[in-house]
């Protein structure tokens, strides 16, 4: 099981970049698929993106590809988003979640009804 915490979230204009980090507690940290999920108030969580255990077959929802970039450093215990050309509905807390098996599950328990664990997110705005 790995424990996690959010950061590297702020306010920034439509068009700027943040990059958000998620450090790892855990020694089998490098076995988990990592994902990012985020919320905004009143409506659901949104999976964004994930990375695999192996850094192979990264998924981002539609809404991001092209402009997000997941990356991991499992020495480090590290999972990274870039953020470019952010937009004001990128607006929303960040969170990272852990699933031992892979990406394609992860998102399912995301976008699904259940709880997710997490850590206690960071704020991303973007304003016009």
């Known amino acids: 099981e790995v424990q996690l915490v959010e950061s590297g979230g702020g306010s920034v204009q439509a068009g700027g970049s943040l990059r958000l980090s998620c450090a790892a507690s855990g020694s089998d940290f490098g076995n988990y698929a990592i994902g990012w999920f985020r919320q905004a108030p009143g409506k659901n969580r949104e999976g964004v993106s994930c990375i695999p255990s192996r850094n192979e077959d990264t998924y981002y929802a539609d809404s991001v590809k092209g402009r997000f970039t997941i990356s991991r450093d499992n020495p480090e215990n590290m999972v990274y988003l870039q953020m470019n050309s952010l937009k004001p509905e990128d607006t929303a807390t960040y969170y990272c979640?852990?699933?031992?098996?892979?990406?394609?599950?992860?998102?399912?328990?995301?976008w699904g009804p259940g709880q997710v664990d997490s850590g206690q997110g960071t704020q991303v705005t973007v304003s016009s």
């Open positions: 979640a852990a699933d031992p098996r892979d990406c394609r599950l992860l998102m399912l328990r995301i």
